[in-house]
Each structure stands twice: as structure tokens, then as C-alpha cells.
């Protein structure tokens, strides 16, 4: 029981067969379970009122479920990705392949799939994406259930081998050793800094300095996404059982893989529904490092709900690089504008570096 609800999801095989114990299956909805040795369970416990999405099972099993008036989704033949997924993706599920290059991956297959039908007007494909990204949607607010965390915004520009990447990466060990979970776009640059910082938390700090000697060997995702990749998981191979965050990427921008050290990573397709996602779940807080227009867009994207308190008590926010937000692109003066008078008035700070920000996010707590 959760919040006062029954838990009604079943998710693993584990859970199925604990639930299944008890004799009936009736209420619950199996999500994408392969059942396909679990036939004498199905014909055997009440499956009234059950709904089965995705899960694989023997046809009299299915025959006998929908008898007894579940309903049943079946899989879909022939897709690259699993619209009733409902797990979060690992970096090994979506890197899969990646020895053969990354266009073998089960991430570059899910991309071109998307590349063959975002257009063509078939309101198949556009169901089986919402589908997919509202499973993603329930299975990250199932994963952060109870967690305190703060989103990490940058550019994907950034490059491995540079000292803002340290400092990203320092920012994101510094946050997840103070308890903290760090959630990030998912994708390059900043955001693979702070969620490799998160992921060496539990190492030496001395381990941060050889894992950035080994990625500059593969800077930026550009020209090989695959050498890119490799290098990451050359890293993850050195250090293995890494700290926790979370990536939210999305197969819009495609061009742009994700990034292999966020333990858990909700992939969607439609990109307002993942960066809405992902501001609205940094309920501890938002650490803006300097960026372009994709992180401009998620300053105010943050600053309308905290401006009418629509979410609640408004998220902290801290711009990092005072000369980045106030000269270059000053959207620092405008932010604070907008909040003189308002409750997020005291809820915003701009830093000079990134090792101020958990002191900041702290003084907002």
C-alpha cells in the first residue's frame, strides 16, 4: 500500500508470482510480463477485472483471461522499443549491440523507427508513443516516489575534456553525497557530467580525475557516437556499481544519445512532455549551468510555476556563472523581475560557481 492506495501494478515476474499466490489476479494490471511459463497460474487464479498490457502468454492462457473478462493488450510484433513498458531503461538495455557500433543499438532503432513515423500521419504509431511515454511518466513517478531531487540543466555542447565538465561532474558528486538524487536531460555535456559525478559519488574522489582522463579520450559524440559511448562504458567497467541518478532524454533530438552513467533513464519521444516531466520533479531544486537556448527555455519553463505557485511552494533555482547569466545571456535580470514580490522572491540565486551551489540550495531548503 502506497499514500493509502493499493499498489494494483505488477511489473516483474517476482511480483507476479508473489500476487498470483494469493489466488487471484483479479483488479491488478500486469505490465508487460512475459507469462508465457506461467500458463497453469493464469488458468488457475480469477483474472477478473485484470488488464494485461504487453505481457507474452500461451494462447489457451489468453483465451481463458479474456473469458473471465480481463483485458488483454497484446505485444506489439516488430517495434524496436516496448510501449507498455514498465520499468525505466538502463544504460545497458538501450546501449545493447554497442560493440557492433551504435547503430545497432536498440537507442539508434528506437530513433530511426521514430525518423519513419513522427510524419506519416498513421494514428498507430502516434498511440503506440503516447502509450510508451506515459509508461515512462508512471514508472519515473514510481522510481522518485519519496526522493529529493534536483534537476541539473546544461548544454550538450559541453565537452569532456574541459574544466566545466569537472565542474559539472563535481557539482553532480557533491549533490548525491549530501543525499540528494540528481536528475538531468539525460543527453551530453552538462548533463553527462552531473550524472557521472553522481555515479563515482560512492568512489574515491581521486577516482573523478582518471574516469575524466579516460572520457577525454572520446570528447564529444561527434564524429562517433560509438567511440563516444565506449569510452563511458570503459569508465562504468573501471568503477562498476555506481551512485544513483536519473537521465530524462527524448528521441526528439535524436542526434543527441543519451548518457550511459544515469542508473535509470526515462526516454521519451515527445520532448515538451519530458522537459515539462523533468522541471516538475526537481521538487528539491534546479541548477542551471551556463548553457544556450535549450536552457533558457527551461529558466522560464521553471519560473512560470514557481511565479503563480501552481506547483506549491516554489523549487529553488540557482544560475550558475554570474558573467554567463547577467552579461552574455542575461537572463538573470529578468528573472529576478519577475519575482520581486512573489513568494520565489527568496527562492532564486545566482552563483559564481558551481561549488557554491549546494550551499545556495541549501539556505533555500
Known amino acids: 500500500m502506497v499514500n493509502g492506495y493499493i ?12 500476487v498470483v499466490a494469493r489466488g487471484s489476479l483479479s483488479g491488478y494490471r500486469i505490465q508487460s510480463v512475459n507469462l508465457l511459463e506461467r500458463t497453469f497460474a493464469l488458468l488457475s487464479a480469477d483474472t477478473s477485472a485484470a488488464v494485461f498490457l504487453g505481457c507474452a502468454m500461451e494462447p489457451d492462457a489468453s483465451v481463458k483471461v479474456r473469458a473471465d473478462g480481463a483485458l488483454v493488450f497484446p505485444p506489439v510484433p516488430d517495434l524496436p522499443f516496448n510501449p507498455y513498458r514498465g520499468l525505466l531503461y ?3 538495455e538501450l546501449f545493447a549491440g554497442l560493440p557492433a557500433g551504435y547503430e545497432s543499438t536498440p537507442d539508434a532503432q528506437a530513433y530511426a523507427w521514430f525518423q519513419e513515423t513522427k510524419a506519416d500521419g498513421d494514428i498507430f504509431s502516434s498511440m503506440l508513443r503516447s502509450i510508451h511515454d506515459d509508461a515512462v511518466s508512471d514508472a519515473l513517478d514510481e522510481h522518485l516516489q519519496g526522493a529529493r531531487v ?5 548544454g550538450h555542447a559541453m565537452s569532456r575534456g574541459g574544466t566545466d565538465y569537472r565542474g559539472a561532474a563535481e557539482l553532480g558528486r557533491a549533490l548525491t553525497r549530501s543525499g540528494l538524487t540528481v536528475a538531468t536531460g539525460g543527453g551530453p555535456g552538462a548533463m553527462e557530467a552531473a550524472n557521472l559525478g553522481a555515479y563515482l559519488a560512492p568512489a574515491p574522489d581521486e577516482a573523478l580525475a582518471e574516469a575524466l582522463e579516460l572520457l577525454a579520450k572520446a570528447p564529444s559524440f561527434t564524429p562517433s557516437v560509438s567511440d563516444w559511448a565506449r569510452a563511458a562504458f570503459g569508465v562504468r567497467d573501471r568503477w562498476p556499481g555506481g551512485g544513483d541518478s536519473v537521465g530524462i532524454p527524448t528521441w526528439f533530438y ?4 543519451p548518457n550511459a552513467f544515469a542508473a535509470h533513464i526515462g526516454k521519451y519521444f515527445a520532448n515538451a512532455t519530458r522537459e515539462d516531466g523533468l522541471l516538475a520533479r526537481s521538487t528539491a531544486g534546479l541548477v542551471f549551468l551556463p548553457g544556450a537556448a535549450g536552457t533558457v527555455q527551461e529558466i522560464f519553463d521553471s519560473a512560470t510555476p514557481n511565479y503563480y505557485a501552481s506547483r506549491g511552494e516554489p523549487a529553488p533555482m540557482v544560475l550558475v556563472d554570474r558573467a554567463h547569466w547577467t552579461e552574455h545571456l542575461p537572463a538573470w535580470p529578468l528573472l529576478r523581475a519577475l519575482a520581486r514580490g512573489r513568494a520565489m522572491e527568496s527562492r532564486i540565486a545566482l552563483v559564481d560557481s558551481v561549488h557554491e551551489v549546494p550551499d545556495a540550495l541549501a539556505s533555500m531548503a
Open 7 to 18: 499498489d494494483t501494478e505488477i511489473e516483474t515476474l517476482a511480483e507476479f508470482d508473489q
Open 254 to 257: 535524436g542526434h543527441e544519445p
Open 90 to 92: 538502463t544504460p545497458e
Open 150 to 154: 534536483v534537476g541539473v540543466m546544461g
